[in-house]
């Protein structure tokens, strides 16, 4: 295979796997280690290199879910809190292997705009994501819960001027991938300007 093919296969072949599927085996910390090396090469302008991650793992994964869903809890009006929501944060990681919060560090360089900083993060993000599709480990990118509210910028002791970009549940799964699909053509995303 040509590197495009296997960078093709890689990425058309990626998908998100809910965590309650995953069947609870571990992957090494120097795997992790090695999903968040590919990370490290986002682009990224002008060196600012802005994504930052908080690894959960062993015992730390089961005591964010928990963390999480008192924070749920915390923070919800008592009319619209769901007794179904807590107990799905609470349990959430009950077979993942790792937990990785990811966030944006807003640089001091007021000439690199913090949407920028954003997509750098989030380059970052698919990063790690496509590696573990290479390395057959299961994925969820997650905003849910408490994920981009203030209540977990606090909890993760991010200052006012950082950006939560979600958090990653990792391990493996026995479920087979659901088959890819997209619902509008490319012929309605894309413009081509001809002279």
Not at 146 to 158: A, C, D, E, F, G
């Amino acid at each position: 295979m040509t590197n495009f093919e296997i960078i093709s296969k890689t990425i058309t072949e990626r998908r998100s796997t809910k965590p309650q599927i995953f069947n609870g085996k571990k992957i090494d910390n120097a795997v992790i280690e090695q999903l968040l090396n590919l990370a490290n090469w986002a682009p990224t302008h002008a060196f600012t290199e802005p994504w930052r991650f908080v690894v959960m793992h062993g015992d730390g994964v089961k005591r964010f879910c928990e963390d999480h869903a008192n924070l749920y809890k915390q923070n919800t009006p008592e009319e619209k809190f769901i007794q179904a929501t807590y107990d799905k944060l609470k349990t959430q990681g009950d077979s993942v292997s790792h937990i990785i919060a990811v966030f944006s560090k807003r640089g001091e360089n007021p000439n690199i705009p913090e949407l920028e900083e954003i997509c750098a993060t989030a380059c970052a993000v698919q990063n790690i994501l496509l590696g573990a599709e290479s390395l057959d480990i299961a994925a969820l990118w997650s905003t849910g819960g408490q994920i981009l509210k203030p209540s977990m910028k606090q909890y993760l002791n991010l200052r006012e001027e950082d950006t939560m970009l979600g958090i990653l549940y990792l391990g493996y799964t026995d479920q087979p991938k659901p088959a890819g699909k997209r619902l509008v053509s490319m012929e309605e995303k894309v413009m081509w300007y001809r002279s």
